[in-house]
T-cell receptor, first 117, second 114 residues
Framework: NAGVMQNPRHLVRRRGQEARLRCSPM?????VYWYRQLPEEGLKFMVY????????ESGMPKERFSAEFPKEGPSILRIQQVVRGDSAAYFC???????????????FGSGTQLSVL | AQSVSQHNHHVILSEAASLELGCNYS??????LFWYVQYPGQHLQLLLK??????LVKGIKGFEAEFIKSKFSFNLRKPSVQWSDTAEYFC????????????FGGGTRLMVKP
């Protein structure tokens, strides 16, 4: 079991470009979560998705950020027109469902470090 | 909204010293509590968790944590640290109003000197 796979590990973008971060959940997991870690801060929840559905996007910035988890393929976190303040580590986690005990089966990826020049 | 505080941002210890990392949360209702560890360059790993029952929870690698409801605390402890414990430690809380969302503390960077 390869675990939660995120790519790329490091992504460098210039201001105004688009960033696309990918997350492949663990085998058998149908729920994906994205968290952002700004420098010297803890992880902050961004969005929770199930296949083809956004369940909770209460932590997503209102503009430029979007996320999807298609029926086939990885979950994508897209940041349009990046700014320096978007520089952060973006972590993905997955779980098999949302039933009681979901957090015990929550596994994190190694993260994508986004640097905006 | 839930908030989680980790008061020590950086801790430096010598090997064999005892460790206690503080974690306090704000929500007064039913909570699930977690400690995660992130070794350099690696993903977050679950150290231990508390859902219910015995408030003294034992995790992997000799770590334990005690849930004290009256103090809204879930401090992490280890009697004798090793150099390999050098990592960043995150406390996280899930409360029953937040659905499938964890609220993390700001993290504590632990450096253990050999």
């Amino acid at each position: 079991n390869a675990g939660v796979m995120q790519n790329p590990r490091h992504l460098v973008r210039r201001r105004g470009q688009e960033a696309r971060l990918r997350c492949s959940p663990m085998k058998g997991h149908s729920h994906v979560y994205w968290y952002r870690q700004l420098p010297e801060e803890g992880l902050k929840f961004m969005v929770y998705l199930q296949k083809e559905n956004i369940i909770d996007e209460s932590g997503m910035p209102k503009e430029r950020f979007s996320a999807e988890f298609p029926k086939e393929g990885p979950s994508i976190l897209r940041i349009q027109q990046v700014v320096r303040g978007d520089s952060a580590a973006y972590f993905c986690a997955s779980s098999p469902g949302q039933n009681a005990g979901w957090a015990e089966k929550l596994f994190f990826g190694s993260g994508t470090q986004l640097s905006v020049l | 909204a839930q908030s989680v505080s980790q008061h020590n941002h950086h801790v430096i210890l010598s090997e064999a010293a005892s460790l206690e990392l503080g974690c306090n949360y704000s929500y007064g209702g039913t909570v699930n509590l977690f400690w995660y560890v992130q070794y350099p360059g690696q993903h977050l790993q679950l150290l231990l968790k508390y859902f219910s029952g015995d408030p003294l929870v034992k995790g992997i690698k000799g770590f334990e944590a005690e849930f004290i409801k009256s103090k809204f605390s879930f401090n992490l402890r280890k009697p004798s640290v090793q150099w390999s414990d050098t990592a960043e430690y995150f406390c996280a809380v899930n409360d029953n109003n937040a659905g499938n969302m964890l609220t993390f503390g700001g993290g504590t960077r632990l450096m253990v000197k050999p």
